[in-house]
C-alpha cells in the first residue's frame, strides 16, 4: 500500500492550497481517511477526517471554517482544501488511511501513512 502526497508548498498568509493524496496497492472505498501534521519540534498533530462515504467530517479546532477535507473514492484520493493560511499552519502534513467505521483520532486508528508533504506560510 502506498500514500502519495502532493500540493504542497510556500504561500503567503491569507493564501490557499489543496492537497491531494493518492492511494494505491489496494481499495479504501469502506476505510476513513485523515490528514495530520508536524510543525518542526513539534508532535504529529490531527488535522481533519473524512468517513469512508464522504458524507461524515471532523476537523482539529484550529482549522475549522477554514480546510475542508473531501474525497473522490472513484479515484482512491482524499484532498485537503486549505484556505486563509496562517505562519502557525506550517508543517508537514500527513494523509493516513483508517480502519473500517470513523474512529478519527488517534493515531492507532490509522493502518497507512503516505511521506508527508511540506506545506510553508509566510508572514
Known amino acids: 500500500v502506498q500514500l502519495q502526497a502532493s500540493g504542497g508548498g510556500l504561500v503567503q498568509a491569507g493564501g490557499s492550497l489543496r492537497l491531494s493524496c493518492a492511494a494505491s496497492g489496494g481499495t479504501f472505498s469502506r476505510n476513513f481517511m485523515g490528514w495530520f501534521r508536524q510543525a518542526p519540534g513539534k508532535e504529529r498533530d490531527f488535522v481533519a477526517a473524512?468517513?469512508?462515504?464522504?458524507?461524515?467530517?471532523y476537523y482539529a479546532d484550529s482549522v475549522k471554517g477554514r480546510f475542508t477535507i473531501s474525497r473522490d473514492n472513484t479515484k482512491n484520493t482524499v484532498y485537503l482544501q486549505m484556505n486563509s493560511l496562517k505562519p502557525e499552519d506550517t508543517a508537514v502534513y500527513y494523509c493516513?488511511?483508517?480502519?473500517?467505521?470513523?474512529?478519527?483520532?488517534?493515531?492507532?486508528?490509522?493502518?497507512?501513512w503516505g511521506q508527508g508533504t511540506q506545506v510553508t506560510v509566510s508572514s
Open positions: 473524512v468517513s469512508w462515504s464522504g458524507g461524515t467530517t
Open positions: 493516513a488511511v483508517g480502519k473500517t467505521g470513523f474512529v478519527p483520532t488517534p493515531e492507532r486508528f490509522y493502518d497507512y
